[in-house]
C-alpha cells in the first residue's frame, strides 16, 4: 500500500520502531547496514525534568512533545532521529545546554536517585539514518 500526501501536507518522518526495526532479522530486503548511518563513542548521563535540569518548561521538549521515560537529548542530531545504546532504542525528541558536545547524549527519567547514580558513562551509540 503507498503512502498518499495530500496537496502541502508534509512528508512524514519514518516511524523506525514500528516501521523499520521489526523488518530486521525477518527476511527483510532491507539490511540493517542499509539503514545505521555511524556509530560513535558516546557520552551518556542521565536527567530529569526538573527546572534545575532543563528550562522554564521541564515538562516538555524541544520537539514539542511531553517528557516521556526514555526519551532521549542531543545537540547535534536532528529531532526524530533513532539511536541505540546498549540494545536499548531511543529516539532524539530534546536538547541540551549548548555547552554539551555533539557525543553527549542525556536519557531522561523520573527518578534522580537513578540519574544520580547512573553518572556519567562512555559508551558506542548507533546512529540510524
Given at each position: 500500500?503507498?503512502?498518499?500526501?495530500?496537496a502541502?501536507?508534509a512528508?512524514?518522518?519514518v516511524d523506525?520502531?514500528?516501521?523499520?526495526?521489526p523488518?530486521?532479522?525477518?527476511?527483510?530486503?532491507?539490511?540493517?547496514?542499509?539503514?545505521i548511518?555511524s556509530?560513535v563513542?558516546?557520552?551518556?548521563t542521565?536527567?530529569t525534568?526538573?527546572?534545575?535540569?532543563t528550562d522554564?518548561?521541564?515538562?516538555i521538549?524541544?520537539?514539542?512533545?511531553?517528557?516521556?521515560?526514555?526519551?532521549i537529548a542531543?545537540?547535534?542530531?536532528e529531532?526524530?532521529?533513532?539511536?541505540?545504546?546498549?540494545n536499548?532504542?531511543?529516539?532524539?525528541?530534546?536538547?541540551?545546554?549548548?555547552?554539551f558536545?555533539c557525543n553527549h547524549?542525556d536519557?531522561?527519567?523520573?527518578?534522580?536517585?537513578?540519574?544520580?547514580?547512573?553518572?556519567?558513562?562512555k559508551?558506542?551509540?548507533?546512529i540510524?539514518?
Amino acid at each position: 500500500m503507498a503512502l498518499q500526501l495530500e496537496a502541502g501536507e508534509a512528508t512524514p518522518k519514518v516511524d523506525y520502531k514500528q516501521n523499520i526495526l521489526p523488518m530486521i532479522g525477518q527476511n527483510s530486503l532491507l539490511p540493517i547496514e542499509a539503514i545505521i548511518s555511524s556509530e560513535v563513542e558516546g557520552i551518556i548521563t542521565n536527567y530529569t525534568p526538573r527546572p534545575e535540569e532543563t528550562d522554564s518548561t521541564p515538562f516538555i521538549t524541544a520537539s514539542g512533545k511531553r517528557v516521556e521515560e526514555g526519551m532521549i537529548a542531543n545537540n547535534c542530531l536532528e529531532i526524530g532521529t533513532l539511536v541505540e545504546i546498549e540494545n536499548k532504542y531511543y529516539v532524539v525528541e530534546d536538547r541540551m545546554n549548548a555547552r554539551f558536545s555533539c557525543n553527549h547524549f542525556d536519557i531522561l527519567t523520573f527518578n534522580l536517585e537513578e540519574a544520580i547514580e547512573f553518572g556519567k558513562q562512555k559508551m558506542t551509540v548507533t546512529i540510524y539514518d
